[in-house]
């Protein structure tokens, strides 16, 4: 009796380590769980034909914007201007990851936010059976994940005065760190602030003082939040959130906002967008537009604070990256380069050479590129809709596929996201999903 027992609780033990392994990794947020766009999705077909990969579905109903999405537990979230059936207004919107049909939609403004390139920006971002959400008109909320059911909200303007550096809407997806949550509204007074996630009661806000370069004069026009989300780092054995905001990227102490470090030059006048990479000690920022340009600022311990000394700066010819976000994979970052390009660029982190593309390589689609790292590949989604897929390698720019998705009708600005085998892609008011596994 006690023999068949345990081979019985042998059995159960081997059947629960299999059912958790073929469970799916969630997405839970802008960029996934570790902030570095990288799925640790395997074994994917890349091997399709003229038409792609299987279409599992070409949903509607998820309003208009360039949002991603974020992915647990089998529901789909995201944001956009939804218009008719309960009202007009910004709205987070769940959806059955597998079909994508609506669970619920719940509106965070009366009628559409107004600013140019109309529809919403945030991925939501999912922490123990909550989403919070920036609204493009700004401000901050968080909802019920299960019922969609708004817990607490605060606006940007009347709390903190807040202001973005130019006229594009907020574009931020918050970050959850602990029993905290951390957004941008950009005042003077409130750079950055830091919120309890429970009920969004402040815990502390950051002002962030003017800074240059000592060779560099302070540029007009940057005041305000940027377009970019926050990030972690532990540089220098500091705990700190990296921002880039609207006059460069900065530093602050993650214990009380404190204000620790801040670089100009890569700022730019228009929009500083791309999240900012923190590996170690060192941070990587991009920008373009007029201006911009990359730099690896390397932070050290400097006094009681923090410094970031430049260990490169790339003009702006060299490498920038619009808006599509870049990925670090051993050593070397992958991404986009030049304002509405997109060109595939591979170069090195710690030194900055650029390894292949650059202007020499105009890529297999136009516009811009949002890109995504999985099972050894690059997913470089173009602005006119054209999906690459690139091998993660410094060797060689070497394309393994290509399809063009069956829905295109404006910027394909939204940031590609595969989950379970499968690939999703939001289009304005669709989303598409691709069967990846074999």
């Known amino acids: 009796m006690n023999q068949l027992l345990s081979l019985s609780l042998t059995a159960m033990v081997a059947i629960s380590l299999i059912d958790a392994s073929a469970m799916a990794e969630d997405w839970p947020r802008w960029r996934g769980a570790n902030n570095d766009d990288k799925s640790g999705e395997t074994n994917l077909d890349w091997s399709w034909d003229d038409d792609g990969p299987e279409l599992v579905f070409n949903a509607e109903g998820f309003g208009r914007g360039y949002a991603s999405v974020s992915i647990v537990d089998g529901i789909l979230y995201t944001t956009g201007n939804v218009d008719g059936g309960e009202?007009?207004?910004?709205?987070?919107?769940?959806?059955?990851?597998?079909?994508?049909?609506?669970?619920?939609?719940?509106?965070?403004?009366?009628?559409?936010?107004?600013?140019?390139?109309?529809?919403?920006?945030?991925?939501?971002?999912?922490?123990?059976?909550?989403?919070?959400?920036?609204?493009?008109?700004?401000?901050?909320?968080?909802?019920?994940?299960?019922?969609?059911?708004?817990?607490?909200?605060?606006?940007?303007?009347?709390?903190?005065?807040?202001?973005?550096?130019?006229?594009?809407?907020?574009?931020?997806?918050?970050?959850?760190?602990?029993?905290?949550?951390?957004?941008?509204?950009?005042?003077?007074?409130?750079?950055?602030?830091?919120?309890?996630?429970?009920?969004?009661?402040?815990?502390?806000?950051?002002?962030?003082?003017?800074?240059?370069?000592?060779?560099?004069?302070?540029?007009?026009?940057?005041?305000?939040?940027?377009?970019?989300?926050?990030?972690?780092?532990?540089?220098?054995?500091?705990?700190?959130?990296?921002?880039?905001?609207?006059?460069?990227?900065?530093?602050?102490?993650?214990?009380d906002g404190k204000f620790l470090w801040g670089y100009n030059q890569v700022a730019n006048e228009v929009a500083n967008i791309p999240t900012s990479i923190a590996q170690g000690d060192y941070v990587f920022a991009t920008s373009s537009y007029g201006g911009g340009g990359s730099v690896l600022l390397h932070l050290k311990k400097d006094g009681d604070g923090v410094s970031a000394d430049p260990v490169y700066w790339l003009e702006k010819r060299t490498f920038n990256n619009h808006h599509g976000g870049m990925v670090l994979q051993d050593g070397y970052l992958f991404g986009g380069h030049n304002q509405n390009q997109g060109f595939p660029t591979c170069l090195k982190f710690d030194t900055g050479e650029i390894v292949w593309g650059g202007d020499g390589l105009r890529g297999e689609g136009k516009g811009s590129a949002a890109i995504l790292y999985v099972d050894g590949k690059i997913i470089f989604r173009y602005q006119d809709g054209l999906v690459a897929i690139i091998e993660a390698t410094p060797t060689d720019y070497k394309v393994v596929n290509t399809f063009v998705p069956v829905y295109q009708e404006d910027k394909s600005w939204a940031h590609p996201v595969v989950v379970d085998g499968k690939l999703y892609l939001r289009e304005q008011d669709r989303l598409m999903c691709y069967q990846l596994k074999k």
Not at 239 to 252: D, F, N
Request: aromatic residues 8%; contains cysteine; hydrophobic residues 30%.
């Open 87 to 255: 009202g007009d207004g910004q709205a987070v919107i769940a959806a059955d990851a597998s079909t994508g049909s609506i669970m619920w939609t719940t509106f965070l403004t009366e009628g559409n936010p107004e600013h140019s390139y109309p529809g919403s920006r945030c991925t939501p971002t999912y922490d123990n059976g909550k989403l919070y959400v920036v609204a493009s008109s700004g401000k901050i909320a968080c909802l019920d994940a299960n019922t969609g059911k708004k817990v607490w909200e605060k606006d940007f303007k009347s709390e903190w005065n807040g202001k973005m550096m130019s006229g594009w809407g907020y574009s931020e997806s918050p970050l959850v760190d602990g029993d905290h949550v951390l957004c941008t509204p950009g005042g003077d007074e409130a750079m950055i602030v830091c919120l309890n996630k429970k009920d969004g009661s402040e815990v502390w806000r950051s002002a962030v003082p003017e800074f240059t370069e000592p060779e560099l004069e302070k540029t007009e026009g940057k005041d305000g939040a940027g377009y970019s989300s926050i990030v972690v780092s532990n540089g220098a054995g500091v705990k700190q959130y990296v921002q880039l905001i609207g006059r460069g990227v900065v530093g602050v102490r993650a214990s």
